[in-house]
């Protein structure tokens, strides 16, 4: 006879439940998003159609408690500029074209 090896299966949950965020402060959270989210949109609203003949498809970092908005061909390159600036500040990101989007769907 051989002999088996029993495996004893681990439990599914949460590996650190006291960690868990309460939904108040999810929600909390995704409020302050969302503001920031749409102080930024209403900025690059307002320069796009300046930069979209000049800068087509450049990323635009804005940082959106100033207005203000740093441009670049590369991404990484935009946010440096920006952090430069504001190094723990909350930075939105938009690609200078119709819509704003950024990546592929």
């Not at 390159?77 to 990546?103: H, S």
Request: glycine content about 4%.
């Amino acid at each position: 006879m051989s002999n088996t090896k029993s495996v004893r299966r681990r439990q599914q949950g949460r590996i650190f439940p006291e960690f868990t965020i309460p939904p108040e402060e999810l929600a909390k959270r995704e409020v302050e998003r969302n503001a920031r989210g749409e102080k930024a949109r209403v900025v690059f609203n307002r320069v796009r159609p300046e930069l979209i003949n000049d800068h087509y498809n450049w990323f635009m970092v804005i940082e959106p408690n100033s207005a203000d908005y740093f441009i670049d061909v590369d991404d990484s390159i935009a946010e440096k500029k920006a952090r430069e600036k504001y190094p723990t500040g909350w930075l939105v990101t938009f690609r200078i074209n119709e819509t704003g989007a950024c990546g592929r769907i």
